[in-house]
């Protein structure tokens, strides 16, 4: 994990911590801060890992980075000048917005590439080394089963609210649209996505429906 990698999960870890807190920050309850800013760090940290360890049985390697968005339409000139950062602007539009009601804790996306190693235990030679975007299904949706384990073990545990922000965060990256987890996993297998999207469904209508 270069430093680039290790700024950017940073960043969304006070991100989540921040839209995840919000309202609490208003009132000044700095112990629940501080325990929704661990929760972010567990949340992140256990996707990313999942990733990896995933990525790393495949010979490949997965860097993660803000969701960046750089065209917002069809036609050929509908693009920014330079990406924007979206995975830090609209969580922090809905959030503020919102007053901490409404949670997008869409932050991250990833990239995987095929390590060396792969193409000499796998093809010999580098042509045949690409990853499919099978694997790179597999890759995002190992993230989302982590955060759903989370999510199932935190409500278990007692920890409402971990269970929530977990659900919320499996959820909204689940979504297809640019490139978040929900769309590369789409692209891999619509089967695994259905699946997964229906069960991120029942989590987050679970956690709004006890309240918690």
Known sequence: MNRTELTHLFIA????????????????????V???????????VFSVFAKKLIAYSLD???????????RYGFREHN???????AGIF?????????????????FLTYETRALKSRAAKRFGFYSYSEMTDWHNGLIGAAG????????FVGYLLGYEYLAKLAAYYAFFNMIPIS?????????GSRVIWTALALVCV??????????I
């Open 34 to 44: 501080i325990q929704v800013f661990l929760f972010s760090i567990i949340i992140i």
């Open 179 to 187: 490139n978040l987890d929900g769309t590369q996993i789409l692209f």
């Open 202 to 211: 029942i989590f987050t209508a679970y956690a709004l429906l006890l309240g």
């Open 144 to 151: 989302i089963v982590m955060v759903l384990l989370i999510s």
């Open 13 to 32: 870890v006070i991100m989540f911590t921040i839209i995840g807190a919000l309202s609490f920050i208003f009132k000044g309850d700095i112990i629940i």
């Open 79 to 85: 693009h920014f000048k330079k990406e924007a950062p």
């Open 60 to 70: 490949a390697n997965v860097e993660h980075k803000i969701w960046g968005v750089y």
């Open 90 to 106: 609209l969580p922090l539009f809905f959030s503020i917005f919102t007053l901490g009601l409404i949670k997008i804790p869409a």
